[in-house]
């Protein structure tokens, strides 16, 4: 598969320039954000960052408080809703086709691995609505096979469904973000007889266990 060059426009850079400085205002004053880890955030270069998705509130938190900011990837039905579609489009985000293979969206995302841009994933693939992390997907373990890329992984505890609406009544609900050391998967894993589909499972189930240890035990859902 080709890669094309990854180019942001000048509107875009200046649209992050100035959103994300607003909305990590807009989350420090719903509640407390408490950071664990940041010394294992690289300080340059290209890596893919993974997270348990727990609400909508997760990415954009995510982004908004990064040293850098980060490419990210959106479920295209996002492309439509009202408000959220004008925020991804601003900030440059990269649509993805949900249950199928999106090859333009899978040749942005390798070009702007190649290009040294941070990536941030949901392995999981969409939001849980409740602590427990669901089965990840394995897009994550093409994008780390292709490029070599380290992962970063994150647990993020705290922004339920009804974060924002308990920080706009003062309850200020305390959101922890807890960063672990980048990794790359293992040269040699135990990988029994199987299909392709079913050892690229092994190896996201390495990747969200990795994610699962940053989380207390309620929060790990699958991967107990």
């Known amino acids: ?88 489009r601003g900030y440059g985000a990269i649509p993805v086709l949900r249950g199928e293979i999106d090859r333009d969206a899978v040749t942005k995302i390798l070009a702007a691995l190649r290009s040294e841009r941070p990536v941030i994933m949901a392995p999981e693939g969409g939001r849980s609505h409740g602590q427990g992390m669901q089965p990840g997907k394995s897009g994550v373990v093409f994008f780390v096979e292709a490029t070599g890329v380290p992962v970063v992984p994150v647990g993020i505890i705290g922004t339920k469904d009804d974060y924002y609406q308990q920080g706009s009544r003062g309850q200020r609900p ?26 690229r499972q092994i190896k996201v189930d390495y990747i969200m266990r990795q994610v699962a240890a940053l989380l207390p035990k309620d929060y790990r859902g699958y991967y107990q």
Do not use: C
């Open 1 to 88: 598969m080709s890669v094309e060059r990854y180019k942001l426009p000048w509107y875009k850079s200046l649209f992050r320039i100035i959103a994300r400085p607003a909305f990590r205002l807009i989350f420090k004053l719903l509640g407390p954000i408490k950071f664990i880890g940041r010394e294992n955030i690289p300080s340059k270069g290209a890596y893919l960052v993974v997270f348990n998705h727990v609400s909508l509130y997760d990415a954009p938190l995510l982004v908004a408080t990064w040293p850098r900011a980060l490419e990210v990837l959106g479920a295209q039905d996002i492309w439509s809703r009202p408000g959220q579609n004008i925020l991804v």
């Open 174 to 199: 305390e959101v922890v973000v807890t960063i672990g050391k980048p990794f790359h998967l293992p040269d040699k894993m135990d990988m029994p007889a199987g299909s392709p589909r079913e050892l």
